[in-house]
């Protein structure tokens, strides 16, 4: 864990789990906070251990001590209080673990979507790069010893190699800068904002954006329900966890709605969060009093869907990047051994 900024889903979800535990086998959180603190394993974890338990020694509420280390969301600890003040703080630990768990097998889904066309794009460049630069010299040097030379597209990709040599340290340096660019989007909070901007404005891109937007509704949704908070608390808490600015505005429009005197399912179908299907078994949900259930089996379906499309593009991918690189390295060789074979030919 770190202590100097936001932890990340995998340490909150560790946290709570641990928590969880603890406080379903009816230990005080004091106590269980020593516990974790006996046996954490970092520095940065025995400072935020020991944060809270100087602060609930003191007669303060678990929430509190929490709040002060300063590395949580407000969610968590918006989350915390409720659940001290309606008395299943254990279920509320369990569901934020949960809830954390989620949201970093999509993040790590999302990672590796990302990974895999940036590898192959590099991998693609390299070996361009290595075919214009080191290979066609050595197909002009032959060339030029069975008195020809190079012409057409060959001669502008051997121009072409030349030029990259002879501009080695910029290229180099805007390779480096592609680099970074990867390490930028992939690993910092503002990248990763960048990159999902980027993303909405390409339409297969945007449909899973979409697809993962509703899905983190359905869950915050499910878990500020199943913890006594009331619908219209949970939509604004909900808002706030919500990235995807279409989906925050859906939401607003939801908000009003229910303002107007509308019902849940009514709302949501007039906002266009959710088709008609899943707005129905919220309808069923309110009825019945099991609206958290519901949104929580909505979660788990957009999740399961938030994968397929995953899978989905990286299956598209795959073979696109493979097929475009074999075409490029086959026509630069093409554009070669065809003249070549040419020459030959005509000499013998």
Same mark, same amino acid.
């Given at each position: ?5 936001i932890l %990340? ?6 946290f709570c ?5 603890l406080?379903q086998?009816g ?6 906070m ?6 954490? @394993? /970092?520095a940065?974890?025995?400072? =935020? ?7 609930c020694? /003191?007669?303060?509420p678990f929430?509190?001590?929490v709040?002060s280390c300063g590395?949580f ?8 209080r409720l659940?001290?003040e309606s ?5 509320v ?5 949960e809830y954390?768990?989620?949201?970093e097998?999509?993040?790590d889904?999302?990672?590796s979507a990302?990974s ?8 693609m460049?390299v070996?361009?790069?290595v ?6 010299p050595?197909? %002009?040097?032959?060339? @030029? ?16 190699g030349?030029?990259? %040599?002879q501009y ?17 989007t992939?690993?910092?909070v503002?990248? @990763?904002?960048?990159?999902?901007q980027?993303g ?5 891109i945007?449909?899973f ?11 915050g ?20 966890l919500?990235e995807n ?8 429009s ?5 303002l107007k005197?509308? %019902?849940?399912s ?8 959710f ?14 009093g099991?609206?958290?259930?519901v949104?929580k089996k ?7 869907e938030?994968t ?6 990286i299956?598209i991918?795959e073979p ?9 390295v ?8 065809l ?7 005509s =000499?013998?």
């Amino acid at each position: 864990m770190k202590g100097t900024q936001i932890l %990340n889903n995998r340490e909150i979800s560790f946290f709570c789990s641990q928590m969880s535990m603890l406080q379903q086998a009816g230990i005080a959180p004091v106590e269980g906070m020593r516990i974790l603190l006996s046996d954490a @394993k /970092t520095a940065d974890a025995k400072r =935020i251990y020991q944060q809270i338990l100087d602060v609930c020694s /003191t007669g303060q509420p678990f929430s509190e001590g929490v709040k002060s280390c300063g590395v949580f969301p407000e969610y968590v600890l918006h989350m915390l209080r409720l659940g001290e003040e309606s008395g299943n703080l254990d279920d509320v630990m369990s569901a934020l673990a949960e809830y954390y768990e989620r949201e970093e097998d999509i993040s790590d889904s999302l990672h590796s979507a990302i990974s895999y066309p940036f590898i192959m794009i590099g991998m693609m460049v390299v070996v361009i790069l290595v075919l214009i630069t080191k290979v066609l010299p050595i197909f %002009n040097q032959v060339f @030029k010893q069975l008195g020809s030379e190079m012409s057409g597209f060959s001669a502008s990709l051997l121009h072409l190699g030349n030029q990259i %040599n002879q501009y080695s340290l910029i290229f180099l340096g805007f390779l480096i800068l592609l680099l970074c660019f990867y390490f930028y989007t992939a690993k910092t909070v503002s990248g @990763k904002k960048m990159l999902k901007q980027l993303g909405n404005h390409i339409p297969f891109i945007r449909s899973f954006y979409d697809s993962m937007a509703s899905g983190r509704f359905a869950s915050g949704m499910a878990l500020t329900l199943s913890s006594g908070m009331d619908t219209f608390q949970s939509l604004e808490l909900v808002s706030q966890l919500v990235e995807n600015k279409g989906m925050q505005a859906k939401i607003e429009s939801c908000k009003t709605a229910l303002l107007k005197g509308s %019902n849940l399912s009514e709302a949501i179908i007039e906002a266009g969060i959710f088709s008609n299907f899943y707005a129905r078994m919220i309808a069923v949900g309110f009825r019945t009093g099991s609206t958290d259930q519901v949104m929580k089996k909505i979660a788990e379906n957009y999740d399961k869907e938030t994968t397929r499309k995953l899978s989905s593009i990286i299956s598209i991918l795959e073979p696109t990047l493979v097929i475009v690189l074999s075409l490029i390295v086959g026509l630069i060789l093409l554009s070669v051994i065809l003249p070549l074979m040419g020459i030959m030919s005509s =000499i013998g």
